[in-house]
């Protein structure tokens, strides 16, 4: 590709030309073109279909030029190159292994992600959350940047309340032979809430339970933390099952007892950002001033309560000051303990460590319902920052099971159907996997009976979690998606599974092939040929959109794509039986995809498969 761009900004010097390549959409447009009219027509005060022929107009093509015919067309300047050195040079830098890697960005990014209740299992609602937001920590890493993958744990909330007054006011076990994290949410926590229903009373029991949680130092918080991390360890065990784990763990209790909320609580203050209210059914709390913002200004009773009456602070108080900490505008008086591994978690006596927080952009995969407390977090930001502050609030939208999957998974349903603990409809991810794993294994024993049994529990192990992070991320975020557990483990369509079979193909060509001969230039190229290239070629423009726009869907859609263009080209283009130039060009051709697709799924979180 650097041959590509050098000979065409020798053709057009222009500054940043390279930044405004785009693949056009019809072969009939050319090979490559170039919007930068478009950029350059407020500059100039000319159309940009003007500005196009006046520099195609003084282009003139050297001889044995990489570029056969340069065109002006609606604005857009289209390349046409000379598919044969075109394509040589493609599937050489394709098949290296900094193919596609952006100029480093070198920025301190904190990705927060799953974030859920520390008293249950994590469903499959939830999951979307996570494999979003894995997905964005690998895509900008591979962009250069440096990330944290943060897990915010609400430790003292009410729903973690409710598994306490479950243990300690009610008297259930907290012995139990399930995973404790599901029998904390199928169990305790539906319990308890059918509780509340027939006995109201016992809520204030739960809000003296928050107070003590949120106070420390008591048997009741000292209660809460063990609870807590118990449930903590098992969701990150079915994380570590999905291919994801982090670098931080911030508890909210950490918030509070560090003095991090006490701090903050000042600053707001001394900015004149807050104000106490002194009459009214908000007298005594602390509001957050919004009603003077042109974009809260329209709401009624649009200023905020971070703080109630009794000091107990609301989630939207600790979220404020937890930003703070993400964007380095408050002191770091968290300490840090080691959680397993190389994961961290902020804890009460933990010790002091430098390189968690001051990011100079942060991104909460927060889903869409929680878009307005997003909206207050970002207005206190910018009200206590001198500079502007790069927060990111990253929605999507909810997850629902099918119908033939909920019923499949032991549920009676009219139709596809939306998760909800309080109520006990949900389907823990554990559950999904086990079913996934167990299609997953079936189907590759067929195709490998003789294969040993480690093997086999390995690779359906592998092919259920790409399935499922595959299903989760494919689509645009903004959509609601029906999970069918089925339908996500097809060899064909636009799945997972697809994929790795279309990439343990191109590695069984290339084992029969052993080392794929010297790269040279065909004497001709097949139309299904040049449709790789063109694909090929495509990735580095791809994986930049991507991650500039944290596009999950982006990755996904050229994965597939790619694929599909290869699986047509194993159709009509045999490898093996070629000869000469041809066949060694077409090996080469074998080996830039597998390199390729293997970033693709290094970049989404699916597991390169050698055999299926």
């Keep these: 590709m650097k041959e590509i761009y050098s000979e065409i900004r020798k053709l057009i010097p222009l500054e940043n030309i390279e930044n405004t390549f785009e693949s056009p959409p019809e072969r009939a447009y050319g090979d490559l073109a170039t919007t930068i009219c478009f950029l350059l027509a407020k500059q100039q005060k000319k159309p940009p279909f003007r500005i196009a022929e006046e520099i195609v107009g003084s282009v003139k093509l050297p001889k044995n030029s990489l570029i056969e015919k340069v065109e002006a067309r609606g604005g857009y300047i289209n390349f046409f190159f000379n598919r044969a050195k075109l394509a040589t040079i493609v599937v050489a830098e394709a098949a290296k292994k900094t193919y596609g890697k952006p100029k480093p960005d070198r920025r301190r990014v904190i990705v927060e992600h799953t974030s859920v209740n520390p008293n249950k299992a994590l469903h499959v609602g939830h999951i979307r959350n996570s494999c979003l937001g894995d997905a964005i920590v ?12 943060v897990n915010y744990i609400d430790d003292s909330g009410s729903q973690v309340a409710d598994i306490i007054v479950g243990f300690k006011v009610l008297g259930i076990s907290a012995e139990t032979a399930m995973k404790f994290d599901q029998y904390c949410g199928n169990e305790v926590y539906v319990r308890v809430n059918k509780v509340y229903e027939a006995n109201p009373d016992l809520q204030a029991k739960r809000n003296e339970i928050i107070r003590a949680i949120e106070n420390g130092n008591n048997d009741t918080s000292k209660l809460a933390d063990k609870v807590v991390g118990k449930i903590l360890s098992a969701q990150l065990e079915t994380l570590l099952r999905m291919g994801i784990s982090f670098d931080l763990l911030v508890k909210e209790t950490s918030v509070l007892r560090s003095k991090l909320w006490d701090s903050a609580f000042q600053m707001l203050k001394d900015a004149n950002a807050v104000y ?19 974009e809260f200004a329209k709401l009624e009773n649009a200023d905020k309560i971070i703080s109630r009456s009794d000091g107990t602070v609301l989630y939207t108080g600790k979220d404020i000051a937890y930003a703070m900490w993400k964007h380095g505008l408050i002191a770091d008086k968290f300490g840090y303990s080691l959680f397993g591994g190389k994961t961290w978690i902020t804890e009460a006596g933990g010790r002091k460590k430098g390189g968690f927080g001051s990011a100079d952009k942060s991104v909460a995969i927060v889903d869409v319902r929680q878009s307005y407390a997003q909206d207050v977090v970002a207005a206190a930001l910018s009200m206590l920052a001198n500079r502007k502050i790069d927060y990111n609030h990253y929605d999507y939208g909810v997850v629902t099971l099918s119908k033939k999957t909920a019923e499949q998974l032991g549920f009676e349903v009219d139709a596809a159907t939306h998760m909800s603990g309080r109520k006990g409809l949900f389907v823990n991810v554990d559950d999904v996997l086990g079913a996934l794993e167990k ?42 998606i029906t999970f069918d557990a089925g339908e996500s483990l097809r060899l064909d369509g636009n799945t997972a599974p697809y994929l790795q079979y279309a990439y343990a193909r191109s590695l069984k060509i290339l084992e029969k092939a052993g080392k794929p001969p010297k790269l040279a230039a065909p004497d001709a190229i097949t139309d299904t040929e040049s449709e790789m290239v063109k694909a090929l070629m495509d990735f580095p423009a791809v994986v930049g959109k991507a991650a500039e726009n944290l596009s999950t869907q982006e990755i996904c859609r050229y994965a597939f794509n790619l694929c599909s263009v290869f699986n047509k080209f194993y159709q009509d283009s045999p490898v093996l039986r070629a000869e000469g130039k041809s066949k060694a060009f077409r090996l080469n051709l074998v080996k830039a995809f597998a390199t390729t ?3 693709c799924f290094g970049l989404v979180g699916i597991d390169a498969l050698e055999k299926m």
């Design 276 to 294: 106490k209210e002194a009459e009214g059914k908000n007298s005594g709390c602390w509001l957050l001033k919004l009603s003077d913002r042109p």
């Design 138 to 149: 690998r895509m900008l890493k591979f962009a250069g940047n440096d990330v944290q993958e």
């Design 439 to 480: 299609k997953a294994y079936d189907e590759t024993k067929k195709r490998n009976s003789a294969a040993k049994e480690k093997w086999l529990r390995d690779t359906a192990r592998k092919i259920a979690r790409s399935a499922l992070r595959y299903e989760m991320i494919k689509i645009g975020r903004e959509n609601t």
């Design 597 to 599: 697709v293997e970033k």
